[in-house]
């Protein structure tokens, strides 16, 4: 079982980390959007949700998932919010289609979005913002 956790324990921290920094995005939209006390508009709930869910993650990829060593914070932030302003443009698009459309409830829309969001961060994450120097 060690041997297993080992040989893929990137992919286990990722989706440990993915749930937890989709937790964070869908609570937060569900909070702002769909809560009696706030019922702010779906697009600015999903801008906030995200944004927040995004320093979540990079904080836990950066120390968790990928335990980059590299020196140049800088860039690697902005590589990894340039990254996730690609998916979260994907969001977007996704939460305007299914919502303004009436085809799905937001929050439905929220969670289905969100599965393709976490692929696509990986692969953004691995290949570009935490490939080593």
């Given amino acids: 079982?060690?041997?297993?956790?080992?040989?893929?324990?990137?992919?286990?921290m990722y989706l440990i980390f993915g749930v937890l920094t989709t937790v964070v995005n869908i609570v937060v939209y569900f909070v702002m959007a769909d809560t009696?006390?706030?019922h702010i508009h779906y697009m600015i709930s999903n801008v906030?949700?995200?944004f927040l869910s995004v320093?979540?993650?990079?904080i836990?990829?950066?120390k968790y998932v990928f335990e980059s060593k590299s020196q140049n914070i800088l860039k690697e932030i902005i590589?990894?919010?340039g990254s996730r302003l690609?998916?979260?443009?994907?969001?977007?698009?996704?939460m305007w289609l299914f919502v303004e459309f009436n085809i799905l409830?937001?929050?439905?829309?929220?969670?289905?979005?969100?599965?393709?969001v976490i692929v696509a961060n990986y692969i953004l994450s691995k290949l570009v913002v935490f490939k080593g120097e």
């Fill in 36 to 38: 009696s006390m706030m």
């Fill in 86 to 94: 690609a998916t979260g443009a994907m969001d977007m698009v996704f």
């Fill in 79 to 81: 590589s990894f919010f």
């Fill in 105 to 116: 409830p937001g929050f439905i829309a929220k969670v289905i979005s969100n599965v393709f």
């Fill in 55 to 58: 320093l979540f993650a990079y």
């Fill in 1 to 12: 079982m060690k041997e297993l956790y080992l040989k893929y324990k990137e992919v286990i």
């Fill in 48 to 50: 906030t949700a995200w």
């Fill in 60 to 62: 836990t990829n950066r």
